[in-house]
């Protein structure tokens, strides 16, 4: 088969309407606003209702991504969301998110890689594209961390939001493109960041919802020693199979976990802050919806034009790792 180059055409993103601060979590946490924004750089993050599941926070990304770049909902060929954070164990929310785009003609699957989700997702349909088999692939990534934290625990409850976001990848026809990929596993440390039960190795039952063992457990400590050797290893992996230097990218957009994260990543690479982005302060950690709404800033700001050498790079559970260089 002929190959191709696949292009990211468009992304856009949703944050529900309901913002919580920092400020307001003291009123029911032992915590205060100095204490997370120091240790986090999250001062808000958004809260979906009740009634709004991950999939109505991506179906919201995908109508503002096709009200900006037209495409017809029957030319999509597959779509791809990753999430910690689906409707329901089965089916996949991608096919609820199909029914409500209308895309008939779509493939569907959702995508389990945390944090990680969306530069797997985003490799997966580059993959795809470039083979040939598929022309235009929709990512959907949407978290509803709401829904799967412990309120009463600080050490957790602080540091998620919830959001979407939405990015389409078609095969390309200008110079712009993904340029190379990279991706790694450390399954050996997965329980220091887990959901303990709630799948098939411990079912819910009432002991598990009374000891809250279907929310996030995570050692925070051990995730922030495991991230930062690994984005670092990750970025210089995809700069080295693009065979490009790290003063030839014009903007980092790294997952959005935590400031003091990205900022550790540019000290030990030693690398200007300002190349890393972040938007952590308002949105807190979304996840594997944090790089696509992450995107849309950094373009509404002006940080990214044509031609500019994007990376791309995420850590997450499991452990998993990955980053994405593109041209914009
Ligand atoms: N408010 C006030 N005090 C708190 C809070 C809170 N929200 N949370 C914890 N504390 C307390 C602890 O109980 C502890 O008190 P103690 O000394 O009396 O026992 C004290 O603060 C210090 O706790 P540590 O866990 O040692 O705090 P640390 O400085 O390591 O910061 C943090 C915790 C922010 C979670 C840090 O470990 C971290 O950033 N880890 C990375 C975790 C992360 O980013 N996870 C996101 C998901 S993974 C991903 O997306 C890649």
Redesign the pocket.
Known sequence: MERYTASIRAVASYVPKRTMTNRDLEKT????HE??YE??GIAARHIAAEDEPASALGVRAVRDLMAKHPIAPEDIDLIIVPTSTPDMVFPATACIVQAAIGARNAATFDLSA??TGYIYALNTAATFIESGFYRNVLVVATEKYSSILDWTD??T????GDGASATLLTRSSDASGILAMDSGTDGGKCEQ?YIPAGGSRSPVTKETVEKKLSTVH?K??E??KN?VPRFRQTIERVLAAAKCSIDDIALIIP?Q??V??INAVAKDMKVPQEKFFSNIEHYA?T?SASIGIAIVDALAQGKIKKNDLVLLT????GYSWGSTLVRW
């Open positions: 946490l032992d915590t205060s204490w997370i240790r986090t945390a944090c600080r050490t409850a602080v540091l998620f960041l995570m925070g400590t995730v922030f991230a997952h976990a935590n003091r994260i950690n996840s995420a850590f997450g559970a």
